[in-house]
């Protein structure tokens, strides 16, 4: 029988009882959300990061065997094949896996930790710093239940590779020479932007056994074993190379040849174009304005989502701080003890760019801070372990231990406690598109703004034109413009928008070879459609929408899909298509105005933000100046809970209208291009030209409709 030592069955008993703390922490979000049906689908809760579909989508093919040509589903993604495994040797449903998936194994982040710390002779120190990392604001908020992400595993891969890193350097074991290697192939597989990281622990045991360890053979091999690991080629090539290399490290007469394969795997690694992803990054961040980028063409100038994105660098201290640690004054102990704990064990020096990266946070956006977290747990543990020791008895010693790990685990379980994010979309939303899937086919398109992408085609197995990895401002100016524009301009763009991303599939497939020798430049759908309509200003061919014109062939069905929750970020939509693509110049932007917390005090109604509707008048009151209503429109569910929609026409040269939807209970406040573009006509009152739509389905939630040209 297996006889486990003291010292292993206490880590044993703390890797247990640390990972049944985090996947309890991260249960508490679904007991809190027990009773609400909103956010369940299949009688499982919904996932509640957008990119989560993403992977869903890839599962759900894998498992089905369906999958098209340019339907963008990744299905040779690591997170879906991941995913499509868990769900076939698993007896729970499909729905139960994505959502569940985070919670276990973001928990096992748990291991790496305790080990680490087993190897410095500390597994208090681990234990410690396992409860606390575990459940830290910022990594709980990327890995709690539901957020089915790549992040589930982007903290406990790099953790494993710096035990591995650790236990090589500490105990010159050949195993760990494999373990590491492996430990980078997994990395790599789950995260392609990995080599950061990876390259960053190279570079450290570089300068270490450069500096302190010169004549040791075992770091040359170290680092060998990781460049041919870390090879900008196909994994399954690396597998065998890694292996190999292995097997002559392992056989001491092969070790007069360390240096020549250390130089050849230091060769192949820069002729493979292991660095040029690193590279590129330092081009983009050092040498911000060398670059130029050649234009032909056109020359179009479009909207991008960055700038609709607040500017990261400019986060507060605290918000950094509770992330990376739960508290300000934890944090500021956690470096203390992350200095302390480097000069006591100089080997933690190795845990620097997982610090690193995580400070990058104050300039490359919160994500970021994720990474910092278990290395600065490490910090304050090791200092309560420290205190500890100064402990007159024993008693004395655990309870010190323990009360200090209650103080800064606390903080964490209040953010836990307060954080009720919903889930992406609604019960109505998803039956929605439950319905739709049945009516229409795989190959047909959804028009909708690009957040809505992934979940659509998870939820209605369709195609869609943008997505949360395809919204760069040359794909989202269409979608603006139709959602924004007035119905047969809507329409029209539809099916050229459709129809030019086909072929341009079809087209980039079919030339892939003359398109790469020859660098030849793929233009935006909209500069393509302006040449071929015989234009070379973007603006007189979007004028040409307005007038007869032929369409390209109809090679599929296209849909709308309007949801009620659009109206929030409708300002922002009109974004990307209000503006003039051949200057850059932005149009005037629309008014438009939404309420949902107004006050009628009988001769007046407060719409906030000193917006007033005066009934006397009839007019609009925006700060000092009054305006004349154009209409006043209520739209409300009757007993057949169909739409009724009452227009009042009472100056017909005003340009601004207010729309009470008495059954949201919401006002609107617009002008006429807002009034009369497409979003506004069919979402919110239903007024759709029958000749270009039909309604498929007309809920208060979501409106579909099936475009007739
Ligand atoms: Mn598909």
């Known amino acids: 029988m297996l006889t486990l030592n003291k010292d292993t069955k206490k880590t044993l008993l703390y890797i247990s009882i640390a990972f049944t703390f985090s996947v309890l922490m991260r249960l508490i979000w679904v007991y809190q959300f027990s009773g609400v049906e909103a956010f369940k689908f299949n009688n499982q809760f919904m996932i509640n990061t957008n990119d989560g579909y993403y992977y869903a989508e890839g599962a759900r093919d894998l498992l089905s065997g369906i999958s098209q040509d340019n339907d963008l589903s990744p299905i040779t993604s690591a997170g879906s094949l991941l995913t499509a495994f868990f769900a076939k040797i698993l007896p729970f449903s499909f729905e139960s896996v994505i959502f569940y998936l985070p919670v276990f194994l973001s928990s096992l982040v748990v291991i790496p930790i305790i080990l680490i710390a087993k190897g410095l002779k500390n597994l208090e120190m681990g234990f410690i710093a396992a409860l606390l990392a575990s459940i830290t604001w910022s990594y709980y908020n990327r890995t709690m239940a539901g957020y089915y992400d790549t992040d589930m595993l982007n903290i406990v891969l790099p953790m494993f590779l710096l035990w ?47 500096i302190f360890d ?27 190379l890694v292996l190999g290399a292995f097997y002559i490290f392992t056989q001491e007469k092969f070790d007069k040849y360390i240096y020549y394969i250390l130089g050849a795997s230091v060769l192949g690694f820069f002729v493979s174009g292991g660095f040029d992803p690193i590279w590129s990054k330092l081009e983009l961040y050092v ?9 032909e063409g056109l020359n179009l100038h479009f909207f991008t989502v960055m700038q609709t994105i607040r500017e990261a660098g400019q986060i507060p201290f605290e918000t950094f701080a509770n992330r990376i640690s739960g508290h300000a004054a934890t944090f500021i102990i956690s470096i203390v003890g992350y200095a302390y704990l480097v000069y006591r064990h100089k080997i933690m020096i190795f845990a620097l760019p997982m610090v690193g ?34 402990m007159p008895t024993n008693k004395m010693k655990v309870l010190s231990m323990v009360a200090f790990t209650l103080a800064i685990l606390y903080p964490n379980y209040k953010h836990i406690d307060a954080y009720k994010v919903p889930t992406v979309f609604t019960n109505d939303e998803v039956k929605v598109l439950d319905v739709l899937k049945t009516k229409v086919d795989r190959e047909d398109y959804v028009v909708s703004w690009w957040d809505y992408g992934y979940p659509i085609r998870y939820y209605a197995d369709m195609k869609t034109l943008g ?41 980039l497939k079919e030339n892939k070879e003359e398109i790469e020798d020859k660098n030849i430049t793929i233009f935006s ?28 062939k109809k ?10 929750r659009m109206l929030n970020i409708l300002p922002t939509v009109t974004l990307f298509s209000n503006m003039d693509l051949m200057t850059g110049t932005k149009g ?92 506004i006509q069919l979402m919110v009152l239903e007024n759709y030209n029958k000749n270009l739509f039909e309604a498929v389905t007309l809920d208060p939630n979501v409106k579909v409709y099936k475009l007739k040209i």
């Open 164 to 210: 591995s890193i650790i236990w090589a350097i500490n105990t010159n074991e050949n195993k760990y020479l494999i373990i590491t290697a492996i430990d980078i192939l997994i990395y790599r597989w789950w995260y392609p932007q990995s080599y950061s990281l990876e390259f960053s622990f190279f570079g450290l045991i570089l300068l270490y056994a450069l």
């Open 214 to 240: 010169r004549k040791n053979m075992f770091n040359y091999k170290l680092l060998a074993i990781m460049m041919l690991a870390m090879m900008n080629i196909d994994g399954f090539i690396r597998l065998p």
């Open 287 to 295: 040498f911000k304005d060398a670059i130029s980028v050649g234009k």
């Open 357 to 390: 990266l995580g400070f990058l946070a104050s300039v490359g956006g919160l994500r970021f801070t994720i990474y910092a977290v278990p290395i600065l747990a490490f910090g304050i543990a090791f200092l309560i372990t420290e205190i500890s020791l100064k």
């Open 467 to 507: 997505d949360g990895g395809k919204h760069s401002g040359s794909v989202n100016f269409p979608l603006s413009y139709m959602l924004t524009s007035s119905q047969v301009e809507a329409a029209k763009m539809a099916r050229l928008d459709v129809e030019y991303t086909e072929q341009k599939f079809k087209y």
């Open 525 to 552: 759908n909209i500069e393509d459609m302006t040449k071929d309509y015989g234009f070379n200003d973007t603006n007189d061919f979007l004028f040409s929408l307005q007038t007869e014109m032929t369409l390209p």
């Open 555 to 564: 090679t599929r069905d296209i849909y709308f899909y309007l949801p009620f």
């Open 588 to 679: 005037k932007q629309p008014f438009f105005f939404v309420s949902k917390n107004f006050k009628d005090s009988g001769s007046k109604i407060d719409l906030g933000r000193s917006i007033y509707i005066d009934k006397a008048t009839s007019s609009i009151v925006i700060g000092q100046q009054k305006i004349p209503m154009k209409r006043f429109v209520k739209t409300t569910y009757n007993a057949q809970k169909k739409l009724d929609v009452n227009v009042q026409l009472i100056n017909p040269t005003s340009d601004i209208s207010v729309i009470y939807m008495a059954n949201y209970n919401t006002f609107l406040v617009l002008d006429e291009k807002m009034y009369n573009s497409l979003y």
